[in-house]
């Protein structure tokens, strides 16, 4: 009888089908095992991509809120760390004498004359309604670096106390006007005046403001020296009450009284009158593009709204640029909403006489950019620019925070010939552009660093996180489903094999019999 074959190779290492079979098994169960991972990971992205959102807005919630415990944004707020600057523009008129003779008036820019704007909150109070209350201090402080020129630069310019008196007394009898006009020759006040940016700036001796003052207290805004900004330097812009956003994040920095008042009575109707959006320093979070900028001016005496005009970037920072629409110093003709600013002029001017001791003083954009073209045919040296003359500001649309801003104003005098007051001579009737100033900021530097880190940086990280944990785990997925469907196939191909020997074996076994 003849001895069983054995096929075996010497040194044949092969695995047996049982061996064979439980590699199988094993390679299987990581497969699986990689599977399980990757659905993991997968649904951990997705449940960042659902909380992620959630959990930056609840820390833009928190970061948001006028709370001494938020350190950073309470200082941002309460000292405004950003540098401001305020620059301004003289209007120098070339031919004073020819304006007394009915002429054209023609002005040259003069400026910048540059300030720096330091801010602080004081006499900040905290209520239980979910309010707060505080007085903004400001200071001026000139930047003779930045400036093109000096303060101790001479411009000519129309005479407020003369040519402004002269429209305010009109309506008096004539021999009034006549004594008026004696007592300004009497006190060496002409329709014009020659002066240093400093003392038209910040205020200069007049006999007849002492005179006034003392005679007739009440009668002008000011005690000591006449100046355009007399006012303004060294002194606060009333007692603003605000929301926190404590209770309604909807309404932070809202202001919610100015010196007491909840509306205005400067004006005829109570639309007008209203107080309207924040103290204009920041906003509510979460703005869209639908969103609009109302703010509060005390020094415009009335509300204002800006609109977005487009998405920007400041520093790889996003933001929504919002503008003055055309019809915020539209007249009531032009624009029926504004018919309570009126009594009105042309389009584009802003009729303030009502809260400033109904002085004939007007607000417009700088060289009467976006008013009617007929304000710029009766001064020559004008040329407006969106560029240059256009106010913005930039605002980051998550936060409500401003990232730059430009406010960009004109003051002008309204003057005309004023029968019984002399020096107003032939004067021809016109809107007489006087100075303009733009106050702008912009945050910068490590305060800048900060907000990129926590408003770029971070959402970034997170987001890639969210989108690589889902894009790793499906990936996991796809590998492990392609490892274990190659897996099943080899262990088929194997047991054919097997089945296939075993036939062999069977065959020659009989054949041997």
């Known amino acids: 009888m003849l001895k069983k074959t054995d096929f075996s190779m010497p040194g044949n290492t092969r695995n047996g089908p049982a061996e064979t079979a439980a590699m199988a098994i094993n390679k299987a169960r990581v497969a699986i095992g990689f599977i399980v991972a990757g659905t993991l990971t997968a649904v951990l992205g997705a449940v960042f991509l659902i909380v992620g959102p959630a959990v930056m807005k609840d820390q833009v919630i928190k970061n948001t809120v006028i709370d001494p415990k938020n350190e950073m944004s309470y ?17 120098n008129v070339l031919n004073p004498k020819e304006m007394l003779a009915g002429e054209k008036p ?7 004359y540059v300030y720096r704007k330091k801010i602080q909150k004081d006499n900040i109070t905290f209520h239980s309604n979910g309010t707060v209350s505080y007085r903004e201090y400001r200071q001026y402080f000139f930047e003779p670096t930045m400036s093109s020129g000096n303060e101790s630069d001479v411009v000519t310019i129309p005479n407020m106390l003369v040519l402004g008196a002269a429209i305010m007394m009109e309506k008096l009898p004539y021999l009034v006007r006549l004594m008026i006009s004696a007592s300004f020759k009497n006190f060496n006040e002409g329709p014009f005046l020659t ?27 000011m005690t000591g020296k006449f100046g355009l900004f007399a006012e303004f330097n060294n002194s606060n812009t009333g007692l603003f009450t605000i929301y926190t956003g404590q209770t309604d994040i909807r309404k932070v920095h809202k202001v919610d009284s100015w010196n007491g008042l909840t509306k205005l009575n400067n004006w005829a109707t109570p639309q007008c009158n209203m107080i309207n959006g924040t103290a204009g320093q920041m906003w509510p979070p979460f703005m869209t593009r639908e969103s609009t900028l109302p703010f509060y001016s005390p020094d415009a005496c009335r509300s204002m709204e800006l609109v977005y005009q487009r998405d920007g970037q400041l520093k790889g920072i996003p933001l929504y640029r919002y503008v003055a629409p055309k019809t ?27 809260c400033r001791h109904d002085s004939p003083v007007f607000i417009s954009h700088p ?16 040329d407006p620019t969106e560029e240059e003359h256009g106010l ?21 005098l309204y003057i005309k010939r004023v029968a019984g007051i002399t020096e107003t001579g032939k004067i021809s009737e016109v809107v007489m552009p006087m100075i303009w100033f733009e106050e702008s900021g912009y945050i910068d530097g490590p305060i800048l660093d ?9 959402p970034a990280v997170m987001e890639f996180m969210q989108y690589g944990f889902i894009a790793l785990g499906l990936l996991t997925i796809v590998i492990a489903a392609v490892m274990h469907h190659k897996l099943k196939a ?3 191909e194997r047991i054919n094999d097997h089945d296939h020997e075993t036939k062999e074996k069977c065959v020659i076994n009989n054949s041997e019999k």
Request: with cysteine; charged share 15%; aromatic share 14%.
């Open 106 to 112: 023609i002005v040259e820019q003069k400026g910048p």
């Open 392 to 412: 913005f500001i930039d605002i980051h649309p998550l936060t409500g925070v401003p990232l730059n801003v430009s406010i960009r104003l004109q003051l002008n």
């Open 490 to 492: 080899d262990d088929k």
């Open 450 to 458: 900060t907000f990129h880190t926590n408003l770029v940086v971070l």
């Open 367 to 382: 060289h009467f950019f976006n008013a009617d073209p007929v304000l710029r045919d009766y001064v020559s040296g004008l």
């Open 75 to 91: 200082t941002m707020w309460k000292d405004v760390p950003v540098p401001f600057y305020m620059s301004v523009y003289f209007f």
């Open 195 to 221: 002066k240093r940016v400093e003392e038209l700036m910040w205020g200069y001796d007049s006999q007849l403001v002492e005179f006034l003052n003392k005679h007739f207290p009440g009668m002008l805004p």
């Open 328 to 354: 915020l110093f539209a007249n009531g003709t032009d624009y029926a909403p504004n018919e309570g600013f009126c009594p009105c002029r042309q389009s584009g001017l802003l009729n303030v006489s009502s």
